[in-house]
């Protein structure tokens, strides 16, 4: 699986950004999709992430975001988004996104990571 992403940027604060990802190749059925991001010299921080699987769909948020960003995915497409409202100067970050495809029988698990989209936030 390889992961495309875009929409990176320079945003002022309480501006707003759309991240895309598109991957291509096998997506299992049982899937999460979403957006970690980093800052340099920081860990990899969790942002949001999607779930598809024979529950339905589910999504996570970081407490950091909540309320501000919105992830959503479409499935056709292998794609998974994260529209970002209300940015502030600590949302600066290279922001990553993923997909982990599980085995259902096995919950066996694959991750796989795009290259990153640096997002900038100016106060």
């Known amino acids: 699986v390889q992961l495309q992403a875009s929409g990176g940027g320079l945003v002022q604060a309480g501006g707003s950004l759309r991240l895309s990802c598109v991957a291509s190749?096998?997506?299992?059925?049982?899937?999460?999709m979403g957006w970690y991001r980093q800052v340099p010299g920081k860990q990899r921080e969790a942002v949001a992430n999607?779930?598809?699987?024979?529950?339905?769909?589910?999504?996570d948020y970081a407490d950091s975001v909540k309320g501000r960003f919105t992830i959503s995915r479409d499935n056709a497409k292998k794609g998974v988004y994260l529209q970002m409202n209300s940015l502030k100067p600590e949302d600066t970050a290279v922001y990553y996104c993923?997909?982990?495809?599980?085995?259902?029988?096995?919950?066996?698990?694959?991750?796989?990571w795009g290259q990153g989209t640096l997002v900038t936030v100016s106060s």
């Open positions: 993923y997909v982990r495809n599980t085995e259902i029988a096995t919950y066996l698990h694959y991750d796989y």
């Open positions: 190749g096998s997506i299992f059925s049982l899937n999460t």
């Open positions: 999607i779930t598809s699987g024979i529950r339905g769909v589910s999504t």
